[in-house]
C-alpha cells in the first residue's frame, strides 16, 4: 500500500475512481429506469473513444518527458486519416495498406520534425507548430475539402482479429500503451529519454547520443498520432481535413494530469493514458447533465488546473 | 593610515553556512585613488565587493565614506550613494540598445512616458566624454565584448558615481580592448572618481593602480604603496600560506607511456596551440585563472567542441572525438566543472545517476535492475558516498556527495584519460581529500589524468606535474616536486615569463 502511495499513477488512478463515482451519483436515474452513465455500453463509448487520444497521448507523453513539446498531432491524425481514407476509397487499395500508409505519413512528420529540431535547432513549440501547419494545410490539398466516405466501403460487420469493430481502438490502445511503458522503463532508450529530459548538458556529458533520443521522440510522436488519426476515421467513418482540430492540446493536457512535467525529466506512459480517461469521461457525462452544455468546455479547464496543483500539492507531501 | 575621508572598511566579516568568506577585514581606500584588491579565488574578494554593493549584508563590521557610515542594504541604496559597479560577468540587455541599456531600471520620465529623446542625447554625451565611438542607438547584442564592457563603465557612470568597483573586467578582453578600458580608466581618474580594482593579473594592477591591498583566506593580509613592492611581494602575499603536507608519492614511470597525447590542439579566442602529453599513471595538473581557457581545452578534447588545428592521440592512435559519445567510446572521460548543471540528473535515482555512464558505454537494451543496484551499491560503499540508498533522487544528498556521485559515476567506466575540471570546487575539506585519494587510485590503476584547477593547494598536493595556462596558451611546465605556490603563480599572472 505504501509502495502504491508512492507510484505517481496513483493519484491519478484514485482521481478517476472519484470522476466515476460521482457522475455515477449525480446522474442516478429516477425509479427503475437504466443508469445514464454507469453501463457497459456507456463504458465502452467511453473508453473507445478516449483511446484515439490515448494512442496520441502516449506519443505526446514521451515528447514531454525528453523535455521537448508536440503541437502537431492533431494536424497529423488529420493528414494520416486522409492519406489512408483517400487510398482505401479512391484509389481502391485494400484496407490494411491504405491505412499503412497513413501511418507512414506520420513517420515523415516526426521525421521532419525531428530534422527541424535536431539540425536546424529550432525550439520544439515552433517546429511542432509549423509542422502542424504543414500536415493541416497539406490534409487540405489532398482532400480538395471533400468527405472520404469509409464505412460504406466497410464490409457490414467488419471484424477485424474476429473482434467487434468497437473493440479495436481500446486494444490498440492497450498494447502500444504496455509497449511503451515498458520501453520507457525498462530499457536503455526510455532511461536516456528520461535522461535528455532531465539535463540534457549531462546527458550529453554521459555519452548519450542526444540528437538520435530527440529523433526517435519525435517520430514515435509523429507515428502514434498517425495510428490514432487511422483508428478516428475507422471510428467515425470518414476521413475528411478537419479531423480532429484543436486535439494536441486536449493531448497535451491528458499527458500533464497524468504526471508528465512540462519541464521534462518526469511523467509516465500509464498516467497520460489515465489522463485521457479521465477526460474522456467528462466529455461523455458532462453533456448529460442538463443545462451543463455551455459548461463543459469551461469545467474541463478547471479541472486541469486543480488537478495539476493538487498533484503538486500531493509530491510535496509525499517527498 | 587613520584618516577620515575615503572610503573606509571596518571589521567587515561574513559568512556563509559554515564558511567564513570574510573575517574582520578593515583597510581604507583614499579617495581619488585607484586602489587594487587582490587575491587568489576564494579568498573573499567577490563577497566584499558585493557587500559594497548591497548585495550581501555583512554581519559585523562597518563601511565609512567621507567619515559617514553607509548603510548598505540593496543595490539601489549602492547606486544612490554613488558606489558604480563593473562586474566580470557583464550584465547587458542584449535586447535593449545602447540608451537602453543605460537607463535600464532608472529610466528618465515624465508622467509616466519614457523621455526617449533625453536619453539618448544624455548617452551620447556620455559616450564622447569616455571616447567610445557607438552610437546610443546601437543594439547592445551587436556590440563587442570590449564595447558591452565598456558600456558597463558607461553605465555606471550615468549617475552620480564617486566610487567605481571593477571586478576582473579584462576577462574576456583582448590586449588592445584592455588598454582601451584602461585609457577610459586613467581619464576618470584624471577626474577625481575613487577606483577599486579587483584583479589577480598583476600586470593590469600594476599598470593603473596606486595601492594594493591583499586578501587571504577571508582575512586581510596588507596594503602596500605600488611604488614600494615588486610583483613577486605582492604574490608571495597572495599566496604565503602553509602548504598541506603532501600525501602522494611521486609519479616515478620509468617507462613512460602516453595515455594523453595533444599536438598543436586550437579553437579561437579560447586558446591555440596546445600541445601537451599525459603519461600512464600520472597526474598532471593543469593551472590556470579563470579566463584561461583551461575548461575550454578539456571540453575541446572531450569531443564537445570542434577544434580548429590540431591533433589528439589516446594510447598513441589518433581519435577524431566529434561527440562527447565518441570520446566515451575512445576512453576519455570528463568530470565536469558544474556538477549540478553537467553532472547530475535530479529526476532520476542516486542509482542511474551512477550507473548511466557505464550502461551507456556497453549499450545493450535493456535496464538490469538488480545489476544496477549491486553496482551502485559498490560505488557508494567504494567512495564512501553518504546517501540514504541508491534509490532516493541526488538532491537529498549533501555537496560533496553529489560531487563524488559525478566523480564516481565516470571512474566506473574505467577510463584511459580522466579529464577533470575544477573537481573539488565547492566541497568542504573533508570530501576535497577523498576526491584526491580517488583520484590517485584512478592513477595508480593506470590512468592518465589531467586536472585542470585553480586552487594552488590542490595543484600543488595531487599533481606530478604542473602545466600552466594564461590567456589560451601554455605559459611553461613545473614537475610537481619542484613547484612552489610562487613559481605556479607567477608563471600564471606574468606575461613572458619562464
Redo the contacts between chains.
Sequence with gaps: MKKLWHLREFSTVVILLLEILFFTWWLWPEGSRPHPFFNAGNFLLILKYSSIYGIAAVGAAIVIISGGIDLAPGAVMALAGVVGAQLFVVGGWPLAPAMAAGVLVGFASGLLTSGLIVAIRLPPFIATLGVMGITRGLAFIITEGQYFDVSSRLVGGWRPFGLPADWVAPIILLVLAVIFQILMTAFQWGRSVFAVGGNETAALFSGIAVPWVKTSVYVISGALAAVSGIVLVLVQGQGKADLATGYELDIIASSVVGGASLAGGRGSVIGAVLGTLIFGVLRNALPQIPGATFYDRLIVGLVVIVIVVVDQLLLKKRA | MPSTAGLQFRDVSRSFGAVRALRGVSFDVVEGEAHGLMGENGAGKSTLLKILAGIVQPDAGEIHWRGERLHLGSPRDALERGIGMVYQEMLCFENLTVAGNIFAGREITRGGRLRHAEMRERTRALLDELHIPISPDAPADSLSTAYRQLLQVARALAFECRILVLDEPTTSLTDAETDHLFAVLERLKARGTTLLYVSHRLPEVFRLCDRITVLRDGAYVETCARRDVTPDHVVRAMVGRDLPPRTSAFYAARDPRPALAVDGLGRRPRFTNISLTVNEGEIVALFGLVGSGRSELLETI?G?YRPEAGRVRVGGREIHVS???A???AGIT?V?EERQ????????TVR?NLV??D???R?????RTAEERRAAQTLVDTWRIKTAGVEVPPDSLSGGNQQKIVVAKWLATSPKVILLDEPTKGVDVGAKFEIHEIIRREAARGAGCLVASSDLPEVLALADRIIVMREGVIQGQLSGAGATEESVMRLATHKGAA
Design positions: 572531450f564537445l561527440s562527447p559519445r570520446a566515451v567510446a570528463l565536469p548543471r553537467q553532472g547530475l540528473f535530479f529526476n532520476l542511474h548511466l555512464p550502461r551507456t558505454l549499450g545493450g537494451l535493456l535496464v
